[in-house]
C-alpha cells in the first residue's frame, strides 16, 4: 500500500512597492531642477516662464498702484465734500442767527412802539416772540 504524505504546497507571494515623489513650490517660477527638466524637453521654455512671470508680476504691481491712487483720490474728494458740507452748515447758521435777530430786534421796536401809543397787551404779546425765542435758544439747546 502507498503511504500517504502530505504535499508541499508552493506559494509565490509578490511584494510590489510603489513611490510617488510629490514636488510643491509655490510662486510664480519653478525651482531650477524643474526649469533645467522643462528646458530639456522645450528648450527655451524655461525662459519663457520666467520672462512670463516677470510681466505677471509688473503688470500686478501696476494694478496695485492705481488702485492705490484710485483709493488716494476718493479720499481727496471726500475731504473736499466734507469741507464744502461744514461751510456750507455754518453758513446756513450765521443766515439763521442773523435772520433771527433781525426778527428780535423788529419784534422790540414794535412792542416799544405800541407801548408808548397805548397798546400795553398787543406791545406784552409782541414782545414774548423775541423773549420766548431767546429762552428756546438759550435754555432748551442746553439739555440736548
Known amino acids: 500500500m502507498a503511504k500517504n504524505t502530505p504535499q508541499k504546497r508552493q506559494t509565490n507571494h509578490q511584494v510590489v512597492a510603489a513611490t510617488q515623489t510629490v514636488t510643491h513650490y509655490q510662486g510664480a517660477v519653478p525651482p531650477p531642477e524643474i526649469l533645467r527638466g522643462i528646458d530639456e524637453i522645450v528648450p527655451g521654455a524655461a525662459a519663457r516662464l520666467i520672462a512670463l512671470a516677470e510681466q ?11 488702485a492705490i491712487e484710485a483709493n488716494i483720490a476718493a479720499q481727496v474728494a471726500q475731504a473736499q465734500i466734507n469741507e464744502r458740507q461744514t461751510k456750507a452748515v455754518f453758513r446756513s447758521d450765521m443766515i ?13 421796536g414794535a412792542a416799544v412802539y405800541l407801548g408808548l401809543n397805548g397798546h400795553d397787551w398787543l406791545a406784552g404779546g409782541i414782545a414774548a416772540i423775541p423773549t420766548a425765542a431767546l429762552i ?4 432748551l439747546t442746553k439739555n440736548k
Open 56 to 66: 505677471e508680476s509688473n503688470h500686478r504691481r501696476s494694478l496695485e498702484v492705481k
Open 96 to 108: 439763521g442767527q442773523i435772520a433771527g435777530f433781525l426778527v428780535c430786534l423788529c419784534c422790540i
Open 136 to 139: 428756546k435758544a438759550f435754555v
